[in-house]
């Protein structure tokens, strides 16, 4: 019980305060889109830049660690596709958003301060790890993935090009990218940079959080309760239980393996519903989807921490 009232409620504490500013109208709808505008176009990814440009890369960046996590992912993508194909008889481009909510765990804005509080900021090297890929992984996947199915008969060049545009227009894969040249250049970042650096990322995640909460407050759950259920249980009970029975195969070390099972435990991300709305099919699946799981994440991730120890 002390597990979850200091590590896991503050974190949705703030995202429910930003649910009720907006549901009581104490904070604008157009305040709240600027908010995860100026969070995940310019604040994270300043935080991944900053992060990333000064981890040890040989050091911190496990394939194993990677291996763990992420075919748990493709697995889970895979099975959410054929969950809502075969059982829930969804169209194919439905099956194939459904499929990246099981995918999308939300790394960022649950799994790093949750990871942070259970653990402390020293083991957050794993998490910039996993995020480093995440982003590319994801969209890669699935966005080449849906082109590829809605392209029959087109130049494989066209959904190439479809695919390359929307990676790197996307603000993390910008500042992942960044911070993988800067510190393979291996510059030095200035004082007065890192300073400012450092007062944006300490802003970034409470103001992604509050955004977070304002967000889930305009796309509430309507139907499709099966269907959702279906992608609370992949992506909260099957893909960290997959990441850890690799990671203990797989012998990583504990600084590792914990934040890899608790991140892979996360309720999938906002960019789900980007996703969804990005190609306009099961919309309402990915919006009601992120809003239960995140919920729900309250007592999984506690389970999970429990798990962990």
Same mark, same amino acid.
């Given at each position: 019980?002390?597990?979850?009232?200091?590590?896991?409620?503050?974190?949705?504490?703030?995202?429910?305060?930003?649910?009720?500013?907006?549901?009581?109208?104490?904070?604008?709808?157009?305040?709240?889109?600027? =908010?995860?505008?100026?969070?995940?176009?310019?604040?994270?990814?300043?935080?991944?830049?900053?992060? /990333?440009?000064?981890?040890?890369?040989?050091?911190?960046?496990?394939?194993?660690?990677?291996?763990?996590?992420?075919?748990?992912?493709?697995?889970?993508?895979?099975?959410?596709?054929?969950?809502?194909?075969?059982?829930?008889?969804?169209?194919?481009?439905?099956?194939?958003?459904?499929?990246?909510?099981?995918?999308?765990?939300?790394?960022?804005?649950?799994?790093?301060?949750?990871?942070?509080?259970?653990?402390?900021?020293?083991?957050?090297?794993?998490?910039?790890?996993? /995020?480093?890929?995440?982003?590319?992984?994801?969209?890669?996947?699935?966005?080449?993935? *849906?082109?590829?199915?809605?392209?029959?008969?087109?130049?494989?060049?066209?959904?190439?090009?479809?695919?390359?545009?929307? /990676?790197?227009?996307?603000? =993390?894969? /910008?500042?992942?990218?960044?911070?993988?040249?800067?510190?393979?250049?291996?510059?030095?970042?200035?004082?007065?940079?890192?300073?400012?650096?450092?007062?944006?990322?300490?802003?970034?995640?409470?103001?992604? =959080?509050?955004?977070?909460?304002?967000?889930?407050?305009?796309?509430?759950?309507?139907?499709?309760?099966?269907?959702?259920?279906?992608?609370?249980?992949?992506?909260?009970?099957?893909?960290?239980? =997959?990441?850890?029975?690799?990671?203990?195969?797989?012998?990583?070390?504990?600084?590792?393996?914990?934040?890899?099972?608790?991140?892979?435990? *996360?309720?999938?991300?906002?960019?789900?519903?980007?996703?969804?709305?990005?190609?306009?099919?099961?919309?309402?699946?990915?919006?009601?989807?992120?809003?239960?799981?995140?919920?729900?994440?309250?007592?999984?991730?506690?389970?999970?921490?429990?798990?962990?120890?």
């Amino acid at each position: 019980m002390q597990t979850l009232l200091d590590v896991i409620v503050p974190v949705f504490l703030l995202i429910g305060f930003g649910y009720l500013s907006t549901a009581f109208k104490a904070f604008p709808i157009s305040g709240i889109d600027g =908010l995860m505008r100026f969070s995940q176009s310019f604040a994270i990814p300043c935080l991944l830049f900053h992060a /990333i440009a000064r981890i040890d890369i040989a050091t911190h960046f496990n394939p194993n660690l990677l291996v763990s996590f992420y075919s748990g992912a493709l697995i889970c993508f895979t099975l959410g596709i054929l969950g809502a194909r075969v059982i829930f008889k969804r169209p194919v481009e439905d099956a194939i958003v459904i499929g990246f909510c099981c995918l999308f765990s939300n790394s960022v804005l649950l799994g790093l301060p949750i990871t942070e509080r259970a653990y402390g900021p020293e083991v957050l090297n794993a998490n910039y790890a996993i /995020i480093a890929f995440h982003a590319p992984f994801c969209y890669l996947l699935g966005i080449t993935t *849906m082109e590829l199915t809605r392209a029959r008969g087109e130049s494989p060049m066209v959904a190439f090009r479809k695919v390359a545009t929307a /990676i790197t227009h996307n603000g =993390l894969f /910008i500042g992942i990218s960044l911070g993988f040249l800067w510190n393979i250049a291996a510059l030095p970042i200035p004082q007065v940079a890192d300073d400012a650096l450092t007062l944006i990322t300490q802003a970034a995640l409470p103001t992604a =959080l509050f955004a977070l909460g304002g967000v889930l407050y305009q796309y509430r759950p309507e139907g499709d309760a099966w269907t959702i259920a279906m992608v609370c249980a992949i992506a909260l009970i099957l893909h960290p239980a =997959l990441t850890y029975f690799m990671g203990r195969s797989l012998q990583l070390p504990a600084e590792s393996f914990k934040p890899a099972v608790l991140t892979a435990a *996360m309720a999938p991300g906002f960019n789900a519903y980007i996703f969804a709305n990005m190609y306009g099919r099961a919309k309402r699946v990915a919006a009601s989807s992120v809003l239960v799981a995140t919920l729900a994440a309250i007592f999984t991730a506690w389970g999970w921490l429990a798990v962990l120890g």
